[in-house]
């Protein structure tokens, strides 16, 4: 019966936590900078729901999340002292979430549950951003779908929706996989299955929020490969005979 | 300089010619049809410009390329004794663009390709139809872009500049590699890098096009296998230590 899984990335499939903390204290370091650099990711990532939501309710034409992080590093960088950062260093920091590492389980998950089924990333990141960070990390998914080809920020329910039609399936055929809840609640609104993955650092080791199941999800799992177990995949990836 | 490759599908990737042969002597042998099945691949892509071309001019809003597949099944179903065929059956063969064969180098070619560049599909198919062929065909895209993703279809210029935007670069980072000069020489005139793949068969034994380069391209190749030594790439493909 199911047919795609369509999976959101920030949290899910990559640390961004770890991943922005690792490049603001690189900077931190060429230019001086006292600052911590875990609360600066989180800082950074508080204005990310904000951000969209002046283009969910219509305020705002769709933009890329590109311009949205860059619009959001000018909202904290005062903060931060980063006003001093060159033109090439700001450039370089605002992509540091096309630089994302993927949670250990993430590569061989994928490929794992990709030998049964159709994978694609449906995240509120830009193509390009989803691109790059799966170039770096080995995410190798059948079809970069989000919101830049649906047009529309989850969790509105065409985001959903949309995703389903571009790949041709009823949304009773595709599962979201997601490390949070209130994800999952709005894709199972719309018909699609769901499952859920713990990822209980996301947040850090102190993180509250997301570390069970709110609902009867489809699927319960711990991680990637424990999802593929579960979905009937086969143990081992390989070139599938090529 | 080059970082991303850019693929037409349909003939360079795929031998569209004889996948839709071989479905049609299927279907002709359960409807007990006598038709010659290559000049009905034949007949059937023939409407393929044509059909594109008031999407092009305007004349027509933009709709994905199974729909105009359909139709042109229509145009030519009188002439192939079609129109007994059950709907479920119809269904069946107009989504034969989606079960299309590679090339017997597409596959391992690709993947290594993919070893040191962006690889994705820029092709006139629908974002359902590529994905579906690429998992039947074992083609393993970085990203299916073409015309559902940007909006047009190839050979408007928009084609090839909005997939570049799409994944980040600029159009002389992009490289389209294609079995057809006439796709070449438009990437090529908005400032794309050009690679032509000679597929001497794509029309049957008889093939009269796009036997050699039309004009002084970046890259000529045999096939995907010659295209990736002259650009440097692994001679083997691994899982990239997954």
Known sequence: MIQALLFDVF????????????????ISKKYGLKKNSKQFADDWRAEYQPSMEKVRSGKREFVKLDILHDENLKNISNNYGLDILSNEDWDWLVKSWHRLPGWKDSSKGLLRLKSKFIVASQSNGNIELILNMSKNSKLYWDMILGSEVVGYYKPQPEAYLVACE????????????????????????????????LRSHEHGVNQKSDLKPSESWDYVAN????LADKLGCEKEVTLNGI
Chains 1, 2 share one sequence.
């Not at 961004?16 to 690792?22: A, D, E, L, M, V």
Request: include cysteine.
């Open 11 to 26: 949290g899910t499939v990559v640390d961004w936590r770890s991943g922005i903390s690792k490049d603001f204290e690189l």
């Open 223 to 226: 991680d990637f490969f424990d």
């Open 166 to 197: 571009k790949v041709g399936l009823n949304p009773n055929e595709c599962m979201m996989v997601a490390a949070h809840n209130s994800d999952l609640s709005s894709a199972r609104r719309v018909g699609l299955k769901t499952a859920f993955v």
